[in-house]
Nanobody, 121 residues
Framework: VQLQASGGGLVQPGGSLSLSCVAT????????MEWYRQAPGNQREMVAS???????HYLDSVKGRFTISRDNVKNTVSLQMNNLKPEDTVVYYC????????????????WGQGTLVTVSS
């Protein structure tokens, strides 16, 4: 099972970016999917999460600006980021709690590679 993230880049303050992440491999089920971010020297923090039923949670600092969504058929999770601020400049990671077809009763957390978001004028 692999997660592949995409969509980072450079944007001006107040602008928007959309991140996407796709899970591939011998997937039996995907439970929660999340986006994290980590600045150099800081701990990784969860930005947003979404359950398989579509229940979402957000970091307080991104509420009203970021929206997480998922496609359970395509095994993707997306993060729409609006009104971006310079303090949103960090590397973003997607993750998912997955059970594969070999061990369908055992879930594990899988991580994608980071994608850099830079908010600067």
């Amino acid at each position: 099972v692999q997660l592949q993230a995409s969509g980072g880049g450079l944007v001006q303050p107040g602008g928007s970016l959309s991140l996407s992440c796709v899970a591939t491999g011998n997937i039996f089920s995907i439970n929660e999917m999340e986006w994290y971010r980590q600045a150099p020297g800081n701990q990784r923090e969860m930005v947003a999460s979404i359950t398989s039923d579509g229940i979402t949670h957000y970091l307080d600092s991104v509420k009203g600006r970021f929206t997480i969504s998922r496609d359970n058929v395509k095994n993707t999770v997306s993060l729409q980021m609006n009104n971006l601020k310079p303090e949103d400049t960090v590397v973003y990671y997607c993750s998912a709690v997955i059970a594969d077809t070999t061990y369908p009763n055992e879930e594990f957390e899988s991580w994608g590679q980071g994608t850099l978001v830079t908010v600067s004028s």
